[in-house]
């Protein structure tokens, strides 16, 4: 599993949506070793990213934000928006917004 540079402190105050977007395609491409596009609508599992990837980006996630992130919060919220989303609210101190409708039709 490739070990992203995680050198750096959080960001003082919350991040914008686009930056935490960025900041997030950034982690996607690098644990996916994902050299095309990373769409931010695509689900992460589409990247080939699973629970040990998941593990590993909460981490990143909290240490980048200073908050607690639950595992399941990339399977409740499974694309870079929607997690992004989820992310600055919990920052905000805002209850948690209602997982992502799955479509399981395919």
Avoid: K, N
Wanted: proline share 9%; hydrophobic share 40%.
């Amino acid at each position: 599993m490739p070990q992203p540079d995680t050198t750096t402190s959080g960001p003082a105050q919350a991040p914008t949506a686009e930056e935490l977007r960025a900041w997030l395609t950034e982690r996607v491409a690098e644990y996916a070793r994902y050299d095309g596009e990373i769409r931010h609508e695509v689900p992460f599992a589409e990247y080939g990213l699973d629970s040990v990837y998941a593990l590993a980006m909460c981490g990143d996630i909290e240490d980048h934000l200073g908050i607690e992130a639950d595992p399941t919060i990339m399977w409740d919220h499974p694309t870079i928006v929607s997690l992004a989303d989820a992310l600055l609210a919990a920052r905000a101190g805002d209850p948690p917004a209602a997982p992502a409708a799955r479509d399981d039709s395919r």
